[in-house]
T-cell receptor
Framework: KNQVEQSPQSLIILEGKNCTLQCNYTVSPFSNLRWYKQDTGRGPVSLTI?????NTKSNGRYTATLDADTKQSSLHITASQLSDSASYIC????????????FGAGTRLFVKA | EAQVTQNPRYLITVTGKKLTVTCSQN?????MSWYRQDPGLGLRQIYYSMNVEVTDKGDVPEGYKVSRKEKRNFPLILESPSPNQTSLYFC????????????FGPGTRLLVL
């Protein structure tokens, strides 16, 4: 079954600290993996995208890694800011000729002052 | 400004009363999709469209209809809404290449009584 599982479900950190969010997937055949940030009440916004051959991608303070062999990805946030408080969603696309995407349930991050 | 718009943003209706949620994008994207988001679950794909007059079912199409008569518009139709369709709905669009980032609308919060 094609699934995307994220951990932890929620996380509280202090402003300025780093954190790492995890994503495990069983999606096949694999096309690409994206991380999205979703602020409360708003649509998701793309942070990074990685294909099979890429194992790391950065976007400012956000760095995503991908291990296609173990089917795991992580999103590392450096020097967190209050504005990083949001849900972070891992999304895997299937390479089936169509456009099927499977979304993880997300990790809810709270950054406290 | 490049954007995806949805209307209405909030809607309360009663069981069985047909409704339409509109989605429009101004980026000339070929691909458009509808998702629903429920607490504790990831976004689940309802329907998607690869281009004008081309639509296909996602993972949870039951109770929904779509049409794609124009490239910019992709309305979601609930012929006979039921309480289990109470949810937060997102429309998204992108260029057709599977590596392209999806741009999401602001969401429509629907309550079916």
């Amino acid at each position: 079954k094609n699934q995307v599982e994220q951990s932890p479900q929620s996380l509280i950190i202090l402003e300025g600290k780093n954190c790492t969010l995890q994503c495990n997937y069983t999606v096949s055949p694999f096309s690409n993996l994206r991380w999205y940030k979703q602020d409360t009440g708003r649509g998701p916004v793309s942070l990074t995208i990685m294909t099979f051959s890429e194992n790391t991608k950065s976007n400012g303070r956000y760095t995503a890694t991908l291990d296609a062999d173990t089917k795991q990805s992580s999103l590392h946030i450096t020097a967190s800011q209050l504005s990083d408080s949001a849900s972070y969603i891992c999304v895997v696309s299937r390479d089936t000729g169509g456009f099927k995407t499977i979304f993880g349930a997300g990790t809810r991050l709270f950054v406290k002052a | 400004e490049a954007q995806v718009t949805q209307n209405p943003r909030y809607l309360i209706t009663v069981t069985g009363k047909k409704l339409t949620v509109t989605c429009s994008q101004n980026m000339n994207h070929e691909y458009m999709s509808w998702y629903r988001q429920d607490p504790g679950l990831g976004l689940r794909q309802i329907y998607y469209s690869m281009n004008v007059e081309v639509t296909d079912k996602g993972d949870v199409p039951e109770g929904y209809k779509v049409s794609r008569k124009e490239k910019r518009n992709f309305p979601l139709i609930l012929e006979s809404p039921s309480p289990n369709q109470t949810s937060l709905y997102f429309c998204a669009s992108s260029h057709r290449d599977r590596g392209q980032t999806q741009y999401f609308g602001p969401g429509t919060r629907l309550l079916v009584l």
